[in-house]
């Protein structure tokens, strides 16, 4: 199966021109199904659809997300189709298995006294955590994923108008506004750290390390990890949290479902509905706690 692997991550890569986060994910899933075949002693050519089930129910047990599962399911989906088109195998196994249905876990959001110690939380004069500060208030701000925060270059934030440009899955370029406290931020960050992280270097990206190189999705993750320890957030956090947060907040103060959807850059507007079932299970707490008969 290895050896098919490869070809089909090399196919990814220069056929279909996916990006190299959604090839490096798929080559992740995939070894790791690779692994749970080989240790039920079996090839390519006799995995069966019972074996990809059990395969996700395995999954399920080690405490993986909904999405988690359903991004591996959409890995051996795909890879399955390309094995077909090259005739490598007749039939697909993987395709008449569901997706886990992602709506069903709500994600975790931040209250709006928890975002304020998070956002707070990098409170010293050292480039690093200036940079630190103008990323968290950056995310909060726009919802950006993790890779379009690291991808993002330094042109691409239009501190003038106050909109950042970023580009998502696909590829696909989108446009969101900056609110002020992101704009002071990332001002602060450009004229008084980035010049001494970045040194004699030429990279273009908007926020680098401390060798003047462009920040890892790694960094960043523990970055966020870490201020979250330090603020005593208890709550699961992740770079996605932020996001989460994001769209919350902007739902729960009134806006539109569409327009959220565009600042996300989701491409269907289901994806963002989710979102509407974190307001609404705020709405039952509420309901419960104040009314009489709640």
Same mark, same amino acid.
């Given at each position: 199966m290895d050896k098919w692997i490869i070809q089909f991550i090399y196919f990814m890569e220069v056929e279909r021109g996916v990006s190299p986060n959604t090839t490096e994910s798929y080559q992740r899933? *995939?070894?790791?199904?690779? %692994?749970? #075949?080989?240790?039920?002693k079996k090839? #390519?050519?006799?995995?069966?659809? %019972?074996d990809i089930t059990n395969f996700m129910m395995q999954l399920k047990d080690q405490n993986l997300s909904v999405s988690s599962i359903s991004r591996n399911l959409a890995a051996i989906k795909t890879f399955w @189709?390309?094995?077909?088109?090259? &005739? /490598?195998?007749?039939? !697909?196994?993987?395709? *008449?298995?569901?997706?886990?249905? /992602?709506? &069903?876990t709500v994600p975790d959001v931040l209250n709006l006294e928890e975002v304020e110690r998070l956002l707070n939380a990098p409170d010293k004069r050292k480039p690093d955590i200036i940079r630190d500060?103008? #990323?968290? %208030?950056?995310?909060?701000?726009?919802?950006?994923?993790?890779? %379009?925060?690291?991808?993002?270059? @330094? !042109?691409?934030?239009? *501190?003038?108008?106050?909109?950042?440009?970023?580009?998502? @899955?696909?590829?696909?370029?989108?446009?969101v506004p900056l609110g002020k406290m992101a704009i002071k931020a990332i001002v602060r960050y450009l004229e008084n750290a980035r010049p001494k992280l970045i040194g004699s270097g030429t990279d273009?990206?908007?926020?680098?390390?401390?060798?003047?190189k462009k920040l890892s999705r790694q960094s960043l993750w523990k970055m966020i990890k870490k201020?979250? *320890? @330090?603020?005593?957030?208890k709550k699961h956090i992740t770079p996605h949290t932020l996001r989460h947060s994001f769209a919350t907040h902007l739902l729960d103060g009134g806006a539109e479902l569409i327009g959220v959807q565009e600042m996300l850059g989701h491409a269907n507007i289901s994806t963002t509905q989710i979102y509407t079932h974190v307001s609404k299970d705020k709405l039952r707490k509420i309901h419960k706690k104040f009314h009489p008969r709640g």
């Open positions: 899933d *995939l070894k790791k199904f690779s %692994e749970y #075949i080989k240790k039920k090839d #390519i050519f006799a995995v069966s659809r %019972e @189709k390309f094995l077909v088109s090259e &005739q /490598a195998v007749k039939d !697909n196994p993987a395709s *008449l298995i569901e997706t886990p249905r /992602a709506w &069903q500060k103008a #990323i968290l %208030e950056l995310m909060y701000a726009t919802g950006l994923r993790v890779s %379009e925060v690291t991808d993002l270059k @330094k !042109n691409g934030a239009n *501190l003038e108008t106050g909109f950042v440009r970023c580009f998502g @899955k696909g590829g696909k370029e989108r446009i273009d990206h908007l926020f680098v390390s401390r060798l003047g201020y979250a *320890l @330090k603020c005593g957030i």
